[in-house]
């Protein structure tokens, strides 16, 4: 079990399974909900604030393993990662059950063509791209700081 998962949220392994079922779950609903590969996501999905992409996200934080960190982690055996792999796998295929439900409740009505950020707040994605990521370093090197030394 990590250091810092044990220092945030002690050492019990069952709240570490759970997080691990719910993350795993979302892992790979975001990425079967966005269509594309995992680590793009976070890389590009999310600055162009798509909902998969958040998903997905959320799902690698709270698994704490990115898709071919789980599946590396469950090679070598370890538990937390094999369990995660074994959820993440669950959800690409509740995914795959809910996935005509999903369009003709959500994915279609909601699709308002070419909307954006920048679009409906009439501003240049500069100026919400910044302050976020001003945000996201602030939080990493301020207010988690100690976690990591």
């Excluded at 709240?15 to 790979?28: E, I, K, N, P, Q």
């Excluded at 793009?40 to 959320?58: C, E, N, P, T, V």
């Excluded at 070598?76 to 005509?100: E, H, W, Y």
């Amino acid at each position: 079990m990590p250091e810092l998962w044990k220092a945030t949220f002690g050492p019990s392994q069952t709240t570490r399974y759970v997080a691990s079922f719910f993350g795993g779950v979302l892992l790979l609903f975001g990425a079967r909900l966005a269509g594309g590969c995992t680590s793009g996501h976070l890389i590009s999905g999310i600055s162009q604030l798509a909902l998969s992409s958040f998903i997905f996200g959320i799902g690698w934080a709270i698994a704490g393993y990115c898709p071919g960190a789980c599946v590396v982690g469950s090679a070598r055996g370890k538990k937390d990662a094999i369990f995660t792999l074994l959820v993440a796998l669950a959800g690409a295929f509740l995914f795959s059950l809910a996935l005509p439900f999903l369009e003709s409740t959500l994915i279609q009505p909601a699709n308002f063509g070419a909307e954006t950020l920048e679009s409906i707040l009439g501003s240049n994605g500069i100026y919400i791209a910044l302050p976020f990521s001003i945000a996201m370093l602030f939080i990493a090197f301020f207010v988690l700081k100690d976690r990591y030394e």
